[in-house]
């Protein structure tokens, strides 16, 4: 409606009078029409964002073993893949975890308690795992001791509440892959245990907020002991 009023009063006007007026309203034109493509553009770009959200937080459900007390396949596949970088060296904690067992109720326990720290964001994985172990002949396998190295030797390693806590990226060593999601490891010994968990995150992880709150999710993870 707008248009027909600026063509109509323009006429009678001077042949350059209509020509701006109808270069004024082409451009109108213009206008309104990458304004109404840009509104598009966004609606789809929103769609997708929403449908990329929703299958992942389907995948998170299908991985996650929260039943059983097990890694999932996503958080085994990471530390499997930093083991293998240094087999046939000294032990370190992604090899002693690749070679371990869960011990499975007190792994579900540790789980149900660090469930309280999810968010649509973020989950945890728990490890419980026995350090001290033998073969069919009595002849140690592990030991505390060589669980101690491999936790001092982590990338980052901070003292908690009396704990030796190593923390390490574990989606560092998958740089050939579409990384969807960022893991840490954190991870320490006490008695005969390896105890922590895997934290997964849909953002990039900020090791100095994960640090400190450390304290909190270290005594969700210790309550359930």
């Known amino acids: 409606m707008a248009v027909a009023v600026a063509v109509m009063a323009c006429a009678a006007c001077a042949p350059d009078d209509t020509a701006k007026a109808k270069a004024a309203v082409d451009k109108t034109i213009v206008d309104a029409s990458n304004l109404a493509k840009e509104g598009a553009d966004a ?5 997708a964002a929403a449908k990329e959200t929703s ?4 995948a998170w459900a299908t991985d996650i073993k929260r039943s059983s007390g097990e890694l999932s396949a996503t958080a085994s596949h990471w530390i499997d893949d930093a083991a293998k970088l240094t087999e046939g060296s000294e032990a370190t904690i992604e090899t002693i975890l690749a070679s371990g067992t869960q011990v499975a109720p007190t792994a579900i326990e540790i789980g149900t308690s660090l469930s309280s720290a999810v968010d649509r964001d973020t989950v945890f994985e728990p490890i419980f795992q026995s350090v001290e172990v033998s073969d069919e002949e009595g002849a140690a396998l592990r030991t505390s001791a060589e669980a101690d190295r491999a936790i001092a030797a982590m990338p980052r390693v901070e003292v908690i509440d009396g704990l030796t806590i190593g923390f390490k990226d574990l989606t560092s060593t998958t740089a050939k892959e579409r990384v969807t999601e960022s893991g840490y490891l954190v991870i320490w010994r006490k008695d005969g245990y390896l105890i922590g968990f895997v934290y997964r995150s ?10 400190a709150d450390a304290p909190r999710l270290i005594a969700l993870v210790q309550s359930a002991l």
């Open 55 to 58: 299958e992942v937080a389907t």
């Open 202 to 211: 849909r953002q990039a992880v900020d090791l100095e907020k994960l640090i």
């Open 43 to 47: 609606t789809d770009k929103a769609a």
